[in-house]
Antibody
């Protein structure tokens, strides 16, 4: 049974750095093809993908936010950590972590999210 | 990377068929995935790789993808299908989500 759970501060001040932890079970990020991403959703708005880390430690970032993001993993703890610097009120959102699997077939590579955490609301305010 | 365009809202009568579209340049050359998100809940995968249903997703949900449009079809719509629906692709080393479509069952 795969589960993911996000944890971190509910409130951060502008200009501060946000650190979120995704703790998961039911799979290992050392297993080939396993990946974990962070996705956020401002209140009343659409999903926005932030970053992904793979079993082989490859990392991918949202182009628009790349300079502010860093993703890492701790295999022994089954955790993935996201840091986002220079937080602003527009970063107020529910932050989700989700598992995906590297898939290559019919000449195409893809990645989709089969398990999600419940999300954690982060508010940026002074 | 891709931009994915979805209608803001779709209304469907109870028991009828709803079609939710996701437009993108040559999206038919990519794998499209669909998520259902009910109010206050995390998204749930309902279709992956264009037309595949995960275990536990009713057969009423189906998908297709060709040319510049991918479509999620909900047959025999039920009240419990009311939700926001998002399409998603992987393109140029990034994940792209559509803007979401709110489905209302009348």
């Amino acid at each position: 049974q795969v589960t993911l759970r996000e944890s971190g501060p509910a409130l951060v001040k502008p200009t501060q750095t946000l650190t979120l932890t995704c703790t998961f079970s039911g799979f290992s990020l050392s297993t080939s093809a396993m990946c974990v991403s962070w996705i956020r959703q401002p209140p009343g708005r659409a999903l926005e993908w932030l970053a992904r880390i793979d079993w082989d430690d490859d990392k991918f970032y949202n182009t628009s936010l790349k300079t502010r993001l860093s993703i890492s993993k701790d295999i022994s703890k089954n955790q993935v950590v996201l840091t986002m610097t220079n937080m602003d009120p527009v970063d107020t959102a529910t932050y989700y972590c989700a598992r995906s699997i590297y898939y290559y077939g019919s000449g195409r590579y893809t990645n989709y999210f089969d398990y999600w955490g419940q999300g954690t609301l982060v508010t940026v305010s002074s | 990377s891709s931009e994915l365009t979805q209608s803001l809202s779709v209304s469907v009568a109870l028991g009828q068929t709803a079609r939710i579209t996701c437009g993108g340049n040559n999206i038919g050359s990519k794998n499209v995935h669909w998520y259902q998100q009910k109010t206050g809940q995390a998204p749930v995968l309902v279709i992956y790789r264009d037309s595949n249903r995960p275990s536990g997703i009713p057969e009423r949900f189906s998908g297709s993808n060709s040319g510049n449009t991918a479509t999620l079809t909900i047959s025999r719509a039920q009240a419990g299908d009311e939700a926001d629906y998002y399409c998603q692709v992987w393109d140029s080393r990034t994940v792209v989500f559509g803007g979401g479509t709110k489905v209302t069952v009348l």
